[in-house]
């Protein structure tokens, strides 16, 4: 059989019932019939969007992160503490989601779409301080705990299981092309717009998806969801199973069926793994800004090439996955290229002479390499969740949901711990910087008299002595002393901070290597978890299972017609 995204057949179309009168249809959104090729599509695309413009929106506080905490005179720590709680939050949230396997998945994602819209439309831009900020982010963390992993159990769905690797290739670029998005459109906007015209317009893009999905996202009834299939010449079978299926029993246990070492072992590898993809998102502006001193508008032009390389990378190896049956091979071989590509990157993180084209084709090389191992690692952790039980999915999705945000946030917690010369950087160093430039000259005058100026210290400006200030005009001159005068705060500045931040920036590239290769053991650890998920190592072997299964429902379909 030969695939094509999210897989398709020539099976005559079936009619969808409509429900009910149209205002009934924004909330009742059940599909009683698997629908055509053309709807199918449709649905799929809606949810690959609105996983694109959710991810958008909670991303693009980090790529104008200098900004938000120059403006509300932030610490880097009380940064880093807004995306925990926020990643926390979602967590937690991610486990609620898990109720989506008994209340329906489409209208926490469409009405998701509408609260997030909301709150970073008017919500974030507006935030009277940075308390404020903080508890309006953890909202939109807990709203898109939610939905970003009830968009995951819709592709299950809708895409059998000889489509799935295609169809979660789409919906990885979600996060993916969130993030192209966001780097996008601020290395464009940012010369001229501010860091919450930035947010708004993530706002407004999620608001327009929502008014797409009110209208058009539908989900199938829970007899049709709740069974496996293979491919979409199993509809028929899957239509006529549905008609006996008690959906309450089905559900039953599926918390203590997703608590195995195949399920959670395999989210919290697939988390580890992608270490570094969360430093991307959360660090790369302020890691290019602090050690090589690259705009914002630079940093996230720099990461265009991480983000566009992965995004055809993940279509590319769902694709392939598909035709070849197997995602075994597709996540070991991902794995080793990207730990090669990352340990590349490691080691020039602290040569300050590697140029921007050379982290630019390193970023292809890890993009790449990631995206042939994270899509088929997504249609494979669906299929293992459904040999515990299909109708479980949204459960075993929140499991998942909910180890890969503890990462986040942990991981979060721990960069300042590690790297910890960023936080004198970001909370010090333009301060720093500016008291340099302002105070070239009162410095000049100050390093070349380091003794007398000493002395004058030790007294207040009103109450000098007169021999000692009468020495000092001798020696520096009254211009001199002037000037050293009017540039007193950007002394006392450089006094304070001057020698932390000139040490902090000595050790910024040890730091952050240090960090990176933490990234890379979490790649290395991902591997042995491979071996423990559903599926196939051989081609050959996959394409015999698939035949069996086809020979098994025609079985099926055959006992079903003799029996009336």
Known sequence: MTTTPFTSDDSPARPSPQTGRPLGRLWRRDLDAYPERGRRYGYLAIVVLTTVVLYYALYIQYAVATSIITHYGMSYRYFVTISVVGNAVGAFASLVAGLADRWGRANLVVYGLLVTGLLVLFGLPNAPDKAGYLVLFAVVGFVEGIVLVATPALIRDFSPQLGRATAMGYWTMGPVLGSLVVTTVTSSTLDSSSWQDELRYAGVSALVVFVVALFALRE?????????????????????????????????????????????????????????YFGAVGNFVVYFATTFGYSEQRANSLANWYWAANAIALLVAGLASDRLRVRKPFMVAGAVGSIVFSVLFTLDATRPATGYYTFAWLFVGIGVFSGLTYAPWMASFTETVEKHNPAATATGLAVWGWIIRIVVAVSAAFVPIVVTSVTPLVDHGPQVAAASRTAGPALAIVDAHPALFAQLATYPPTAVPPALLAQAAQQVGLAGLQTVQKAQPQLTVLREYGTQVQQASKDNPGNWQTWWWVCVAGQLLFLPFVFLMTGRWSPKRARSDAEEHQRSVERELAALGAGG
């Open 220 to 276: 199938l009834a829970p007899s049709l969801r709740d069974q496996i299939m293979v491919s979409l010449r199993d509809r028929a079978l899957v239509e006529a199973r549905a008609k006996g299926i008690d959906v309450d029993q089905q559900l039953r246990g599926g918390w203590r069926q997703m608590m195995r070492l195949d399920v959670v072992g395999s989210a919290f590898a697939i988390s580890i793994y992608l270490l570094l």
